[in-house]
């Protein structure tokens, strides 16, 4: 498979994915009525935000797959991260845990951290790439617990 064809498969597989989960939980979204807690962002900052971490997370493992460094592994932690990831606005907005989506978006850093470190093993650009998405992860935890402890 070309170069080409490897990073826009992998650039597609987390942006659709997000778009997917948007489509799901759109009807339920009620970021805007919650009771926020300092620093957070306006509602359509959001997007723009995933659309980057997506496509850098897809260039990462475009990375990965195009220099033949992906095992079993690190195709196992990307994808298994990529899985919670995807199931956590479906906890926080559209079935309400807010409590239960902390404690998922804890693990979902912890899956993330590991990748990072898995990624580093084989290219340190590509592990480079998922910074920004675990700061935001963990920015985005801080706003969960605080849109919990504020909305209880």
Do not use: C, H
């Amino acid at each position: 498979m070309s170069k080409l064809k490897i990073y826009t498969k992998s650039i597609l597989i987390p942006i659709l994915i997000g778009i997917i989960i948007g489509i799901l939980i759109s009807g339920s979204m009620n970021y805007e009525s919650l009771v926020k807690p300092p620093l957070a962002p306006p509602a359509f900052l959001f997007p723009i935000v995933w659309a980057i971490l997506y496509t850098l997370m897809g260039i990462s493992d475009g990375i990965l797959t195009a220099n033949s460094l992906k095992d079993a592994k690190t195709n196992f932690i990307y994808y298994l991260q990529l899985f919670v990831n995807a199931l956590w606005p479906i906890a926080f907005f559209l079935l309400k845990w807010r409590f239960f989506a902390f404690l998922w978006i804890i693990l979902l850093a912890v899956l993330i951290i590991w990748m990072i470190r898995e990624f580093y093993k084989k290219n340190k650009l590509s592990a480079y790439l998922q910074i920004p998405y675990l700061l935001w992860t963990l920015f985005a935890t801080y706003l969960n617990l605080g849109i919990w402890w504020l909305n209880r």
